[in-house]
């Protein structure tokens, strides 16, 4: 058995035992707008799924005391306009659509990678082509925010890397799951410029499992934690799942036990995260897991499959700069906070597939036209 099937049958003894659900008054839906082209009368819609038109919204998890909304960004890896202006428009893009949101969004949460390779002028572009958005404003980074100069300009910029507030019987979280990897590159003598250029491939061989916590964020994590309700809303942002989903790419955290310890009393967490540039969606223990769609481009999809509660978003088209990214938009209403993906490039919808007759079922994947043209 390999490593990674020994880790999985783990997770899946220690976390889900029978009965160890989110609060039972949490629940899930789908609510997928139809492209029209795809409905030919009442029958149709009621026997056939249309995939991915423009958005998808997942209800997931108890709410705020007064509803609220507020925007998501993350996963934006700029380059400095002399190199690639595609990248800064699509940022430019997401800011004048958050600041337009009506009603008004309460804060935005930008959820790291805002810079390609680290460097001081990635970072000082993304700063000021955000500050078009008015409203609040916090920050977590990514790695590739961080290896160049180990998170000095991020700091400077954007202060302390983990923070929490409340907001309207909400408790917010912010986790650094990218600052602690394993130094590998000291005993090899790398430049900054070697070390970042590792830190930023996705083939988690190159540079190891750098994705975790940490001992001292977790005791902070549990301290910041100890006054609040269990039965209360808890809203944490990472840039990695909290989960181990697919760990050869970082999409995971190293100690995901340890910090679904601290989490499993509270029974009304969701965890938002970036990293994965796709659509993603993942119970483990009490707590609800949304992956978030990046501003750059979008990721396959892992290899060795998604949690089953995952409706996946189908391949973008590689000739089109804004299919399959975009943003979010989260509105947290009496009794669930509802994740609005907000997808740039859609198309028309080529293919439909039957709807989940049950979630024990693998989901098929039929292909649309663009997708049988060859991979991007």
């Known amino acids: 058995m390999s490593e990674l099937d020994r880790e999985r049958r783990e997770m899946v003894a220690v976390l889900q035992r029978p009965g160890v659900r989110p609060d039972p008054s949490l629940r899930i839906t789908r609510r997928t707008f139809i492209h029209k082209s795809c409905l030919t009368g009442a029958a149709t819609v009621a026997q056939t799924f249309a995939w991915w038109p423009?958005?998808?919204?997942?209800?997931?998890?108890?709410?705020?005391?007064?509803?609220?909304?507020?925007?998501?960004?993350?996963?934006?890896?700029?380059?400095?306009?002399?190199?690639?202006?595609?990248?800064?428009?699509?940022?430019?893009?997401?800011?004048?659509?958050?600041?337009a949101m009506s009603p008004p969004a309460d804060f935005m949460i930008f959820g790291g990678d805002l810079a390609q390779l680290g460097k001081i002028e990635e970072l000082v572009l993304g700063n000021e082509l955000l500050k078009e958005i008015k409203i609040r404003k916090v920050f977590i980074p990514g790695e590739h925010d961080w290896y160049l100069d180990m998170g000095k300009k991020w700091g400077e910029l954007f202060g302390q890397p983990n923070w929490t507030f409340d907001h309207k019987g909400v408790r917010f979280v912010g986790l650094d799951t990218v600052?602690?990897?394993?130094?590998?590159?000291?005993?090899?003598?790398?430049?900054?410029?070697?070390?970042?250029?590792?830190?930023?491939?996705?083939?988690?061989?190159?540079?190891?499992?750098?994705?975790?916590?940490?001992?001292?964020?977790?005791?902070?994590?549990?301290?910041?934690?100890?006054?609040?309700?269990?039965?209360?809303?808890?809203?944490?942002?990472?840039?990695?799942?909290?989960?181990?989903?697919?760990?050869?790419?970082?999409?995971?955290?190293?100690?995901?036990?340890?910090?679904?310890?601290?989490?499993?009393?509270?029974?009304?967490?969701?965890?938002?995260?970036?990293?994965?540039?796709?659509?993603?969606?993942?119970?483990?223990?009490?707590?609800?897991?949304?992956?978030?769609?990046?501003?750059?481009?979008?990721?396959?999809?892992?290899?060795?499959?998604?949690?089953?509660?995952?409706?996946?978003?189908?391949?973008?088209?590689?000739?089109?700069?804004?299919?399959?990214?975009?943003?979010?938009?989260?509105?947290?209403?009496?009794?669930?906070?509802?994740?609005?993906?907000?997808?740039?490039g859609r198309k028309q919808v080529f293919v439909q597939s039957a709807p989940d007759s049950s979630l024990s079922q693998p989901e098929i994947l039929r292909p649309r036209v663009a997708d049988q043209i060859g991979p991007y």
């Open 54 to 99: 423009l958005l998808n919204t997942i209800d997931v998890a108890h709410a705020a005391e007064q509803p609220f909304k507020f925007a998501w960004v993350s996963d934006t890896h700029l380059y400095p306009r002399s190199l690639n202006t595609r990248f800064v428009e699509k940022v430019v893009r997401a800011a004048n659509e958050v600041q």
């Open 179 to 344: 600052s602690r990897g394993p130094d590998y590159w000291t005993v090899r003598k790398m430049t900054p410029e070697e070390r970042m250029g590792h830190m930023a491939t996705l083939d988690g061989s190159v540079a190891g499992p750098w994705a975790g916590v940490g001992r001292d964020q977790l005791d902070w994590l549990q301290k910041i934690l100890a006054d609040w309700d269990k039965s209360r809303p808890v809203v944490i942002f990472s840039h990695n799942p909290l989960y181990e989903y697919y760990p050869p790419w970082n999409f995971w955290v190293r100690d995901w036990r340890e910090v679904n310890d601290v989490l499993k009393p509270y029974t009304k967490v969701t965890n938002i995260h970036g990293h994965v540039h796709q659509v993603l969606y993942n119970e483990i223990g009490t707590m609800r897991s949304i992956g978030m769609l990046a501003t750059s481009w979008p990721w396959p999809y892992a290899p060795e499959g998604v949690p089953k509660l995952t409706k996946p978003m189908i391949r973008a088209d590689p000739g089109d700069f804004y299919d399959g990214v975009g943003r979010s938009e989260i509105s947290m209403n009496n009794d669930r906070i509802e994740n609005e993906y907000i997808m740039w």
